[in-house]
């Protein structure tokens, strides 16, 4: 079956950077885009993008350009997503999410990982 | 930008049904999906496309889009529905997902 399974919560100080993987199994890996979603304490859900898993192109939400990076090692089947001079605004649950096309041909997010809680704290 | 409004809270009884709305400009127009969110776990799609439900999702959750507002439609409601539920479409005009801000659903 489809799993993305995160890496563990991250304590880290403001300016530093931190690193959140989401390892892929049960699917071929490059045939599905990987996004990037973002819940900050009390708020919602906020996209933060996505990288293309076949071509490398990744695509950034507003708000989310300069400091985050989309990457990921397609050997390990593994997504990654960067984020450098943290801030304690981007204390927030990170999830990796698949992209899946319906029937119709539209795509929307059919698989999610289990979240990876950043804290940014001094 | 494209703006998807929800109201904050929607409370109805069990075995009542509770219906979500999800307003935007010209919604009609776009594919809505729906994903269901429980107190310290992931999204769960629940319904895409704007009324179609992934394996494993009772017919109970059905969606309707139609003018400037998209409705999830739960029927029958039982307490493990209580959930925040969120709305998403493509904007193709500025290439980017949106969700809605969110409805919390409180089942009485």
């Known amino acids: 079956q489809v799993q993305l399974v995160q890496s563990g919560s991250e304590l880290k100080k403001p300016g530093a950077s931190v690193k959140v993987s989401c390892k892929a199994s049960?699917?071929?890996?490059?045939?599905?885009?990987i996004n990037w979603v973002r819940e900050a304490p009390g708020q919602g859900l906020q996209w933060m993008g996505w990288?293309?898993?076949?071509?490398?192109?990744?695509l950034y939400g507003k708000g989310f350009t300069g400091r985050f990076v989309f990457s990921f090692d397609t050997s390990v089947r593994t997504a990654y997503l960067q984020i450098s001079s943290l801030k304690a605004e981007d204390t927030a649950v990170y999830y990796c999410?698949?992209?899946?096309?319906?029937?119709?041909?539209?795509?929307?997010?059919?698989?999610w990982g289990q979240g990876t809680l950043v804290t940014v704290s001094a | 930008s494209y703006v998807l409004t929800q109201p904050p809270s929607v409370s109805v009884a069990p075995g009542q049904t509770a219906r979500i709305p999800c307003g935007g400009n010209n919604i009609a127009s776009k594919s809505v999906h729906w994903y269901q969110q429980k107190p310290g776990q992931a999204p769960v799609p629940v319904v895409y496309?704007?009324?179609d439900r992934p394996s494993g999702i009772p017919e109970r959750f059905s969606g309707s889009n139609s003018g400037n507002t998209a409705t999830l439609t739960i029927s029958r409601v039982e307490a493990g529905d209580e959930a925040d539920y969120y709305c998403q479409v493509w904007d193709s005009s500025s290439d980017h997902y949106v969700f809605g801000a969110g409805t919390k659903v409180t089942v009485l």
């Open positions: 496309d704007g009324g």
């Open positions: 999410v698949r992209e899946g096309m319906a029937a119709k041909g539209t795509y929307y997010f059919d698989h």
């Open positions: 049960g699917y071929s890996f490059t045939s599905y885009a």
């Open positions: 990288i293309n898993t076949n071509t490398g192109n990744p």
